[in-house]
């Protein structure tokens, strides 16, 4: 009997955890099916495309953010250069992940031709929060934890030849600075 409890409590466990592998799969399937339907948004104007995957709140939200650049004839170029997963939190039907996002984008402007914003890089994490909802993961909040601009390339980065110091001139032939 205590054999036949062991087996059933390692089968329940088994099936747990795979049903959280599938579950984390469907959650980041949402997510990047959500940040790059905001690109897909943004460049076709169609709203609806994320109405089934988001929350009233969160879609109506969106799609005034959306439709504000829209009205000012202004349309978002972006590209997602990175993006991470933290493991997800469950809790019932409900979860949370945090990701790290890397983009660049910025803003053209339809009836000049020319950039009203410049891309540039910025570095967010975020946080959402997800509701398992007819056995799909639809988004219910979306929090930004962090955002920092990159208005420069890398420059932490230096060539062997910048790490080269060069002679200082101050000390000419033995003479010694006094104040």
């Known amino acids: 009997?205590?054999?036949f409890l062991?087996?059933?409590?390692?089968?329940?466990?088994l099936c747990f955890a795979?049903?959280?592998?599938?579950?984390?799969?469907?959650i980041k399937d949402s997510l990047l099916k959500y940040n790059y339907g905001i690109i897909k948004m943004t460049n076709s104007g169609n709203t609806k495309l994320l109405k089934d995957m988001l929350s009233q709140e969160v879609y109506f939200k969106l799609m005034v953010w959306a439709d504000s650049w829209k009205f000012s004839n202004l349309a978002m170029v972006a590209q997602i250069n990175d993006l991470r997963f933290s493991p997800i939190a469950y809790n019932e039907n409900?979860?949370?992940?945090r990701t790290m996002e890397n983009w660049t984008f910025g803003y053209a402007d339809l009836v000049k031709r020319d950039y009203a914003l410049k891309p540039m890089t910025i570095f967010y994490k975020m946080?959402?929060?997800?509701?398992?909802h007819h056995g799909e993961w639809i988004i219910v909040a979306v929090e930004n934890l962090q955002e920092e601009v990159f208005t420069e390339p890398n420059t932490h980065e230096t060539s062997l030849l910048e790490?080269?110091?060069?002679?200082?001139?101050e000390a000419v032939q033995g003479k010694i600075e006094t104040h």
């Open 1 to 3: 009997m205590r054999f």
């Open 6 to 13: 062991l087996i059933l409590l390692f089968l329940v466990q």
């Open 18 to 26: 795979s049903s959280n592998v599938n579950d984390d799969k469907r």
């Open 94 to 97: 409900n979860a949370t992940i």
């Open 127 to 132: 946080k959402y929060t997800l509701k398992k």
């Open 163 to 169: 790490k080269k110091e060069k002679p200082k001139e």
